[in-house]
């Protein structure tokens, strides 16, 4: 079994200590650090490699979240980062996204929940809260929007972390023809990545 290594970065102990005992209960997931702020996450990085950064946005004092997590992509693009916070405006979503952002939790998210976004992260795959999967619909649903109401549906589903597998079974369409939609989809957004799709619709269906 491989070992998923994670780093929780939150300025407040009781949080942290809550989502380390939370996550230690997986034989999966490892917290091998925690950090208090977005300097001390940054350090820790010099030192350690996890395969995850669960990262607050709001810190108490100096760098916070969004700034952290620029640093963090610009160092290594491919590093997992999920935001998991209080904080469900589309601009704080929209501003960890274009930060580099893998995913985006609520901190009320429920512990199965949070156990398969941090393994999706790992896997490279975008997973956001339910509250910001149905804001993110209910944008993309817009008739007046460039993609049909199934691809609209569809590309709020990938934001769950659903694989074609269960697309399929979700919408009740064969795979081939998810893989169809997904064409599509990336075609209209200009995009060749799943992430890349999600992302990029967050920003063009007026979340911000």
């Known amino acids: 079994m491989t070992t998923i290594s994670v780093l929780l970065v939150d300025d407040h102990l009781v949080v942290r200590s809550g989502l380390k005992a939370l996550l230690d209960t997986q034989e999966d997931i490892e917290v091998i650090a925690e950090a208090d702020s977005g300097e001390a996450a940054l350090r820790t990085l010099e030192q350690l490699t996890p395969k995850v950064i669960v990262m607050d946005l709001a810190m108490g004092a100096g760098m916070d979240g969004i700034d952290a997590i620029k640093e963090?992509?610009?160092?290594?693009?491919?590093?997992?980062?999920?935001?998991?916070?209080?904080?469900?405006?589309?601009?704080?979503?929209?501003?960890?996204?274009?930060?580099?952002?893998?995913?985006?939790?609520?901190?009320?998210?429920?512990?199965?929940?949070?156990?398969?976004?941090v393994r999706g992260a790992a896997r490279g795959k975008s997973v956001m809260s339910a509250p910001v999967a149905s804001k993110l619909f209910r944008?993309?649903?817009?008739?007046?929007?460039?993609?049909?109401?199934?691809?609209?549906?569809?590309?709020?589903?990938?934001?769950?972390?659903?694989?074609n597998?269960?697309?399929?079974?979700?919408?009740?369409?064969?795979?081939?023809?998810?893989?169809?939609?997904?064409?599509?989809?990336?075609?209209?957004?200009?995009?060749?990545?799943?992430?890349?799709?999600?992302?990029t619709a967050i920003r063009r269906e007026g979340m911000r």
């Open 72 to 117: 963090i992509h610009r160092r290594n693009s491919e590093q997992a980062v999920l935001v998991f916070t209080t904080y469900d405006s589309d601009a704080d979503i929209v501003r960890a996204v274009d930060a580099g952002a893998m995913g985006y939790l609520l901190k009320d998210a429920a512990p199965e929940e949070i156990f398969t976004a």
């Open 139 to 163: 944008r993309l649903r817009n008739p007046d929007e460039a993609l049909t109401p199934r691809e609209a549906e569809l590309l709020s589903l990938l934001v769950e972390g659903l694989g």
């Open 165 to 199: 597998k269960e697309l399929s079974q979700r919408l009740f369409i064969s795979e081939a023809t998810v893989k169809t939609h997904l064409a599509h989809i990336y075609a209209k957004l200009g995009v060749e990545t799943r992430v890349e799709a999600i992302t």
